[in-house]
């Protein structure tokens, strides 16, 4: 009765992984599906709860983690704009308090520097430290 008693449990909890979906809680009905094998040995309460603690201690650190680097990936290619902040663009045409151009991943933008009181000239080199809608805003380099 016991194993079909932690049997039912670990597919409560498995189902409550599913709201999660951190592995917290699929490493607690392992535990539970463990303890429910367990229990068919005819083990006493006290042996179920320490074989259910024991073995869902040791799936949350040795399976979580390796779960976790296998299914929780960042995306590899970020094709937002954002992802040129820190690029380096070439000037165009002089940036000044008005505004200029850079070419910037092999297609021209409009640029204005981060320091409006600095005139950056054609041919110089800057590094993006934003990109504020169709407009880069650069720094130049040293």
């Not at 929780?72 to 940036?95: T, W």
């Amino acid at each position: 009765m016991g194993a079909l008693i932690w049997f039912i449990a670990a597919l409560v909890i498995a189902g409550l992984e599913l709201a999660a979906g951190e592995f917290t809680f699929l490493m607690i009905a392992a535990g539970a599906l463990t303890t429910s094998g367990a229990a068919l040995f005819g083990l006493p309460l006290w042996a179920e709860v320490a074989v259910f603690a024991a073995s869902s201690a040791a799936f949350w650190f040795f399976l979580r983690p390796y779960l976790h680097r296998r299914f929780i990936k960042p995306p590899l290619y970020d094709d937002s704009p954002r992802a040129l902040v820190g690029s380096r663009a070439e000037v165009l045409e002089e940036i000044t308090p008005a505004g200029g151009q850079v070419r910037l991943d092999g297609s021209i933008w409009s640029a204005r520097s981060l320091d409006p009181a600095v005139s950056i000239p054609a041919g110089a080199h800057v590094t993006v430290s934003d990109i504020d809608g169709p407009v880069a805003v650069v720094w130049k380099e040293s």
